[in-house]
């Protein structure tokens, strides 16, 4: 049984580009969200996906934006990189109808922003 | 400003000795708290948790307190083995009709010296 999966793992881009993460659930997972974690720091919500829309957002710019796509995979993107948008990206997933089982993350996609 | 709080960066312990790790929190309605622990280039991983109604839960080696009055909870390893050693991030959730969104602190990075 396939955890969640992330690609790519590492990725270098420039400051001003877009970049693209994406993520496939756990099977039998229908919900998405994605934290960002910079060095030093805990993981920060950015956003959650359900039944293809943005559910909750957390503090990040429009800049940050995500798809889910039918089969429950989701994507993050970033446009207009900055500097300060490096770091490890997870993905996590967990079922919807939630009774207290915890989020499965993936390994993380690391972004460099150079 | 930070709503979960794990003052301490590092803490190093004894194989066979106890660890103990600590994390404040300022949400008082706070309901759900959970212990993640992080390996180097691997996701977060769920450790144990403890809902707000009780004070104590056990699995194994692996025991969380609850200290709702003084809004604390501790991690407790007996007896630390080498292959503890990771990164150990508290969280908490607010009840939020049916949506489940952890709030990671900062984490602790524990060393358990053979």
């Known amino acids: 049984d396939a955890g969640v999966t992330q690609s790519p793992t590492h990725l270098i881009k420039t400051r001003g580009q877009q970049v693209t993460l994406r993520c496939s659930p756990k099977s039998g997972h229908d919900t998405v969200s994605w934290y960002q974690q910079a060095l030093g720091q805990g993981p920060q919500f950015i956003f959650q996906?359900?039944?293809?829309?943005?559910?909750q957002r957390g503090n990040f710019p429009d800049r940050f934006s995500g798809h889910q796509f039918p089969n429950y995979s989701s994507e993050l993107n970033v446009n207009a990189l900055l500097l300060g948008d490096s770091a490890l990206y997870l993905c996590a997933s967990s079922p919807r109808a939630w009774g207290g089982s915890p989020l499965h993350f993936g390994n993380g996609t690391r972004l460099t922003v150079t | 400003d930070q709503q979960v709080k794990q003052n301490s960066p590092s803490l190093s312990v004894q194989e066979g000795r106890i660890s103990i790790l600590n994390c404040d929190y300022t949400?008082?309605?706070?309901?759900?708290f959970l212990w993640y622990k992080k390996y180097p280039a691997e996701g977060p991983t769920f450790l144990i948790s403890?809902?707000?109604?009780?004070d104590k839960n056990e699995d194994g080696r692996f025991t969380v307190f609850l200290n709702k009055s003084a809004k604390h909870l501790s991690l407790h390893i007996v007896p630390s083995q080498p292959g503890d050693s990771a990164v150990y991030f508290c969280?908490?959730?607010?009840?939020?009709?049916?949506?489940?969104?952890?709030?990671f602190g900062r984490g602790t990075s524990l060393i358990v010296h053979p």
């Open positions: 996906y359900y039944e293809e829309e943005e559910r």
């Open positions: 969280a908490a959730i607010l009840p939020s009709g049916g949506s489940y969104i952890p709030t």
């Open positions: 949400n008082s309605m706070f309901d759900y």
């Open positions: 403890i809902s707000s109604i009780k």
